[in-house]
Structure formats: structure tokens, C-alpha cells
């Protein structure tokens, strides 16, 4: 069932003109990428952005789509790669949210994606002394906040900071620009074969895919995109480390820089960025910390476990078990990510949460939100 389902996932993405947008779109009018491609002419014809050149490539081009995805899939399962489509409940939430995410991701590794607390780290291939004892010093002090660190497996920052969270003990993942099989540059094949059991590499590139120059921008809206936060070490005035940190202020997500020596070439791009006000200064872990209310978060969890209710398996249904145990742990929900977490249903769901409603122990938000009534 779930390989099925994956079929018709990346087929969807192998449709010519069918872009990210457009692949959501289909999927939300149809209710599933099985059911775009079981849909007929009229159905099709109906949803917004389909037109006669689309209906046509839709129809025209799916036999041919569908054995390019089972030649995916055959590669994926030789190669232990997990194929995310963005409504799998693997695939990272924080990415989900920004207008260009990518539809499919390829995923080796054990790490969450969803994990409580990720901070992204970048900076310039031409690290300094400097750089690198400030980029170990800074993934050393998130051990204690369990972060995931996710760079982009270059020289530099990158390769430093996936180093110093492997020595941490933190889970660690590099987002490539290449096919999920391919490790570039090849000299830290050490390094990402450790991570796949201490984090992972991501890609949104299929197999056979070479790490050519255009993909490194759009690898970084990833880097961007999945973090709460990301750190500038050290970066030129004009470089792709800036583009990365401008993609992340771009998706209002918090943005960080070290300062550094004013007469230092890689240090011109953070001074920058501190001056223009578009990161935050970072000189030590407890400024993190205050910018992202992680004090604040730790307070309230604490709280929140003291006063957790403890549910009688006798009194509720599996389903609401589910339903309940997902918002224990994440708190406030929208009923789409309730369904993929509990793995119910949307169509089932709302009737389990109608059950939770009149049992007062679940109560309905504005936005399609339900939380737990402690």
C-alpha cells in the first residue's frame, strides 16, 4: 500500500509542467496523487491553473511517468533511500511551510526531520582559524539543547560544523545538491557515511542527478528553510552564504552572524549582515537561546509535564488515543498535520476529534486547530 502510494508520489513529480504549486493544487482538489492520476477529463479540466496545454500533458505524459517512478523506486529500495513526498509525516514540517519547498525529498539516514530544536550553520569553503574554533565552540554549546545541525556538506563551515556534531554526539544532516547516492566532494564520504547513522543527507535531486552549479542555490533554500535558525560563521560580501542567510530571512526565520575581524575578507559578509540588521549578533550560545525563547519553551515544557494528564485506555478509542498522544506531545495542531502524524484520515479525523470535543478534553481553535483542554 505504502509503495503504491509512493508510486503515484513520484510519478506526479515526473509530469511535465507540473510544477511544486501545481503538484499541491492537484493533490488537494483530487485528494491524494493516486486519485490525480485515476481522475478524468472533466474532474481535471475543473481545478484551477489546468489548462487545455496541462490536461494534455497530464493524460499524454502519465504512462511514461509512472515507469520513471518505478525505476525510482527500485533504485530507493537498493540504496536504503526514503522517498518524502511533502503530506509524509517524515518530511520536514518548518520546510512544508515556505511557498518553493520541494514536492519529493530523497532521505538516507536515521535522523528526525522534525526534530524540536534544528539550527542551520554556513559560511565560506575558505574557513579562517577563527572560523573554525567559533563553529566548534557554537555546535559544542547546543549539546545541551539536543539541536540537529544542518549544513551543506561543503568545504569550509559546512564540513566543520557536520564534524564538530558528530564529536557532540548531535544529530547532523547535509543537504546536497547532487542525487541521494552521489557524496560531493568526494573526500567527505568519512564524515556523511558516519551521519547516516547520527543524522542523514537530504536531497531534493533524483538519482544520477551531478551537484552542477545552479543546484547550489536552490540546495540552500533547504538549508534555509528546515532550521529554526540560521548561523553565519563566516562569509564574503558576495557569496552563496548570503544568498542562504537572504533566503532565510526571506521565509521569517531567525537569522544569525558572528562578527568578525573588520580587516578579514570572510568576515566582511557577517559584519554585513549585523550592520544591515538583517541577522542578529551571535557571541555566545545564550543570545540563541533569548532570540529563539528556548528558555522560555524549556520553562513551559517543564510545567507542561508536572501537569500532564495521564488517559485511561478504557475510556477512549484507539484513534482518539492517537489523536491525544500527538497533541500531549506537540501541543497546538492543524487538523492536516493531526491527520499525518496520527495517521488517521482527514475523513475519519473529524469525527474522532468531534468524540474528543464532547469528552472536554480537546478543544476546537479559529484556523482548523485543536488543543488539549488541560
Given amino acids: 500500500m505504502v509503495e503504491e502510494q509512493n508510486l503515484y508520489e513520484v510519478a506526479l513529480t515526473k509530469l511535465p509542467g507540473v510544477g511544486t504549486q501545481l503538484t499541491r493544487q492537484l493533490v488537494s482538489y483530487c485528494g491524494s496523487a493516486k486519485a490525480v492520476f485515476e481522475a478524468n477529463t472533466a ?45 509524509s509525516p517524515k518530511y520536514p514540517d518548518r520546510l512544508k511551510q515556505i511557498a518553493d519547498a520541494p514536492t519529493l525529498l530523497y532521505f538516507r539516514g536515521n535522523g528526525n526531520l522534525n526534530q524540536r530544536r534544528i ?16 563553529t566548534e565552540k557554537i555546535v559544542e554549546s547546543l549539546k545541551p539543547y539536543n539541536a540537529m545541525i544542518v549544513s551543506g556538506l561543503a568545504y569550509g563551515v ?25 557524496i560531493y566532494p568526494a573526500v567527505h564520504r568519512k564524515y556523511a557515511e558516519r551521519m547516516l547513522t547520527q543524522g542523514g543527507l537530504l536531497t531534493e535531486n533524483t538519482f544520477g542527478t551531478r551537484p552542477d552549479a545552479p543546484r547550489f542555490p536552490a540546495r540552500n533554500r533547504i538549508i ?26 526571506g521565509y521569517d526565520k531567525e537569522v544569525m552572524a558572528v562578527p568578525g575581524n573588520i580587516t578579514s575578507p570572510v568576515s566582511e559578509g557577517t559584519n554585513y549582515l549585523i550592520k544591515s540588521h538583517k541577522a542578529a549578533t551571535y557571541t555566545s550560545v545564550q543570545d540563541l537561546v533569548e532570540l529563539l525563547n528556548w528558555d522560555l519553551e524549556d520553562e513551559a515544557a517543564a510545567k507542561k509535564v508536572k501537569a500532564a494528564p495521564v488517559y485511561d485506555a478504557a ?4 484513534d482518539e488515543l492517537k489523536v491525544l498522544q500527538v497533541l500531549q506531545q506537540n501541543g497546538e495542531e492543524h487538523m ?25 478534553v480537546v478543544k476546537a481553535k479559529p484556523g482548523k486547530k485543536f488543543t488539549l483542554i488541560l
Fill in 43 to 87: 474532474k481535471l479540466s475543473k481545478i484551477p491553473g489546468v489548462g487545455p496545454v496541462l490536461l494534455k500533458n497530464l493524460l499524454d505524459g502519465s504512462k511514461t511517468a509512472l515507469y520513471e517512478a518505478e525505476e525510482i523506486l527500485k533504485q530507493a529500495q537498493e540504496q536504503d533511500v526514503q522517498l518524502l513526498f511533502y503530506t
Fill in 119 to 134: 539550527i542551520s550553520i554556513v559560511g565560506t569553503r575558505q574557513i579562517t582559524s577563527y572560523g573554525t574554533s567559533v
Fill in 158 to 182: 559546512d564540513v566543520v560544523a557536520h564534524r564538530a556534531a558528530l564529536q557532540a554526539g548531535l544529530q547532523t544532516i547535509g543537504v546536497m545538491a547532487s542525487g541521494p547516492e552521489t
Fill in 224 to 249: 534555509a528553510g528546515m532550521s529554526d535558525c540560521t548561523i553565519v560563521i563566516e562569509a564574503a560580501l558576495k557569496s552563496g552564504t548570503l544568498i542562504t542567510a537572504d533566503l532565510a530571512h
Fill in 315 to 318: 475510556e477512549y478509542t484507539s
Fill in 336 to 360: 492536516d498535520n493531526l491527520s499525518w502524524k496520527s495517521q488517521i484520515p482527514v475523513s475519519m479525523l473529524a469525527s474522532v476529534l468531534l468524540g474528543l470535543e464532547f469528552k472536554g
